[in-house]
């Protein structure tokens, strides 16, 4: 099973750019890696996924390296409002076992 | 449109009373998920559906633990027996259908055992 391991906490100044990063040593050939927001007292929320290389879209980028092992969240320019819990997501490929990492909490700062 | 939500928000029971939550997900969604979430920790995952049918069941914490979805839809994650170390958040997601697709989850409920 791709085990996965993230920073516990960040902290950032509104305006930041955030980048946090997971890592997965194990991940298999067809995993892919997504990235989860949760919000005290709310679900998880999806916010980017990749396989390979780069990802943008209009919240967030995903880096990942060509041998897979890591993966970067980056969050341009961080806001008050993007306080939460950050968690990477590896399938277990042909296991059916989804593996969230331990989460990083990030505190944005005024 | 309709999210995926579960009933009920809260749950407090006594130990060894048996318990059921309840998880109806988004129309059309093939695939289904419990997760289970202790106070500060992070999400453990506890099984997950294709249509009706659970492939690996073997993330459910112990025997206690019971799942089934009907209809390709609404699920029930049941608790016997329950203890204290029960508590969490149970949350339950949904998927268009397996394998990488964006899971939705809902805004879980919260079981406590006294």
């Known amino acids: 099973l791709a085990k996965t391991t993230q920073p516990i906490s960040m902290d950032s100044y509104e305006g930041q750019e955030v980048n946090i990063t997971c890592s997965h040593n194990?991940?298999?050939?067809?995993?892919?890696i997504t990235w989860y927001q949760q919000f005290p007292s709310q679900g998880p929320r999806f916010i980017i996924q990749?396989?390979?290389t780069k990802v943008t879209n209009e919240v967030a980028s995903l880096f990942i390296p060509a041998d897979r092992k890591s993966s970067t969240l980056s969050l341009p320019r961080v806001s008050l409002s993007d306080t939460a819990v950050y968690y990477c997501?590896?399938?277990?490929?042909?296991?059916?076992?989804?593996?969230f990492g331990t989460g990083t909490r990030l505190k944005v700062l005024a | 449109g309709a999210g995926v939500s579960q009933s009920p928000s809260n749950k407090v029971t006594e130990k060894g009373k048996d318990v059921e939550l309840r998880c109806d997900p988004i129309?059309?969604?093939?695939?289904l998920y419990w997760y289970r979430q202790s106070l500060g920790q992070g999400l453990e995952f506890l099984i997950y559906?294709?249509?009706?049918?659970?492939?690996?069941k073997s993330g459910l914490p112990s025997d206690r633990f019971s799942a089934e979805r009907t209809g390709g839809s609404v699920s029930t994650l049941t608790i016997q027996r329950t203890q204290q170390e029960d508590s969490a958040v149970y949350l339950c997601?949904?998927?268009?259908?397996?394998?990488?697709?964006?899971?939705?989850f809902g805004p879980g409920t919260r079981l406590t055992v006294l």
């Open positions: 997601a949904s998927s268009l259908r397996q394998s990488v697709d964006t899971q939705y």
């Open positions: 194990n991940i298999a050939t067809n995993d892919y």
């Open positions: 990749g396989y390979k």
């Open positions: 997501l590896v399938q277990a490929s042909g296991t059916y076992k989804y593996i």
């Open positions: 129309s059309g969604h093939t695939a």
């Open positions: 559906f294709q249509g009706n049918s659970a492939p690996d």
